[in-house]
């Protein structure tokens, strides 16, 4: 059985960006007759905007778009999080983390996705000082310097030596806050996610997310970078970019955009949105999705 999900974050409202994820998700799940998931990626409380949660539900329903089964909330999912990491604890995959990020950024190197952590806290002979011992550690999973690599089905072969180009990374921060990498891994798993379609800014995550699958023993799934959509400057529509949010009153204009740049044929004329997924489904090749970002600003500034 296919099983996809969409899982957006409440920092902010949809945007062009988010329906383009969500439709390319949609239409690949059921194009393969499968289930689709939404999943809130609720864990960090402080860059969360108030209302967001049930706007982008909202939203989604106004669109046309039916999910499969109760939306899942990272915020209520603690006690899967904790399982996992006990289990990566023990099996001895993980190890406590003293540093702080400006005490060991201060003499890292550059990596894939930020700096490379040095593994400090994780070498054989280690030993915290009374001063680590008082605070409260992160704690981060061991990565093999042998390279990761998978056929992704839009950008094709995608690789990394995680331990060279990432170093050993956080599962939990010393806050209590869950990294992005274990929540998504476990969801995933317990849910029973077999394909997972959504942006190329999330490619350089998936070898991190591969090998967490690989210590816990569960299948790995089929990896879709979407290509991004950006303004004319080259940046990622997001909220941090003021990306517009999605205008429900413009749905029937707005799917038909998030279409064309998916290269769906187009539709013999109707605006209603439950229409227009059905052809994008009945219509869907992730063969013709192009791999590389997207432009959609023209002249006057305006996203098109």
């Known amino acids: 059985m296919y099983i996809g999900r969409f899982a957006p974050s409440p920092t902010g409202l949809l945007h062009i960006g988010s329906l383009l994820t969500a439709l390319a998700s949609y239409a690949d799940a059921r194009a393969h007759g499968g289930r689709w998931l939404v999943r809130m990626e609720d864990l960090d409380p402080p860059r969360e905007m108030k209302g967001a949660a049930a706007d982008i539900l909202r939203t989604l329903e106004a669109f046309g778009f039916e999910w499969d089964g109760e939306t899942a909330f990272q915020s209520r999912r603690h006690a899967l999080y904790r399982e996992t990491l006990g289990r990566l604890k023990s099996a001895g995959l993980v190890y406590p983390c003293h540093c702080s990020r400006k005490d060991w950024q201060n003499a890292a190197r550059a990596g894939a996705d930020g700096f490379v952590y040095n593994g400090r806290c994780g070498a054989a002979d280690f030993r915290p000082s009374e001063t680590d011992l008082l605070k409260t550690p992160a704690w981060r999973i061991r990565t093999p310097d042998r390279v990761i690599g998978f056929q ?119 605006d209603t949105p439950q229409d227009l997924l059905a052809w994008t489904v009945q219509h869907w090749d992730i063969a013709r999705v192009p791999k590389n970002a997207i432009c959609t600003e023209r002249q006057d500034g305006k996203a098109v």
């Open 152 to 270: 992704d089905r839009i950008v094709g072969h995608y690789a990394q030596n995680i331990a060279r180009d990432i170093g050993d990374f956080v599962l939990l921060r010393a806050d209590g806050c869950w990294a992005y990498q274990l929540a998504v891994v476990a969801d995933d798993i317990e849910q029973g996610v077999t394909h997972i379609v959504r942006g190329q800014d999330l490619l350089v995550s998936a070898p991190r997310q591969i090998h967490l699958q690989q210590c816990l023993g569960a299948p790995e799934p089929s990896y879709a970078h979407l290509p991004l959509l950006t303004n004319a400057q080259g940046q990622k529509w997001s909220k941090q970019t003021l990306a517009p949010a999605l205008n429900t009153a413009k749905r029937g204009q707005l799917l038909r955009q998030a279409m064309r740049y998916l290269n769906i044929p187009d539709i013999p004329e109707t």
